[in-house]
């Protein structure tokens, strides 16, 4: 499955809905502290920024984990952390590009985004849309959307010149 979580930052209003539904999905606590996806706020300027793990193709914390607790799920294309096997060393979280991995101190355990399983609840309950799960090749079909209609505009400004 070649899905991924899209973010339209633009869209999002803050609410940080999608944490609660995300710590209550994977902890039973409304505790946007457990949560797997983060909303980053610059309160003055008006922006919310959700941020989850990005399931890189060449995840570092994958490659840095020193007992081998982090691997690809094989079926939903997906980085995946056994607790199991996990020492708690946070290596994945220091090395992660994008703040992504985090760690729950109340269960001494690192968490990030598994995507549900297939059925992302931030996805379910996030009402404007800013948080979508998508097929890549419908990310790569949008973006060359924007990038046509801004190609067009320009062109428009150009004949008017």
Known sequence: MDKVLAIEHEKCTGCRLCELVCSVKHDGVSNPARSRIRVMKWEAEGLYIPMACRQCDDAPCLNICPVKAISRDQELDFVRVDHDI?????SCVAICPFGAMGYN?????????????????????CDVKAVN????????LNKSREFAKKISVVSKEAEAL
């Open 105 to 125: 101190s109340i269960d001494s355990k690192v968490i990030k985004c598994d995507l549900c399983h297939g059925d992302p609840q931030c996805v379910r309950f």
């Open 86 to 90: 996990c020492i708690g060393c946070r």
């Open 133 to 140: 799960y998508v097929s890549t090749t419908q990310i790569n």
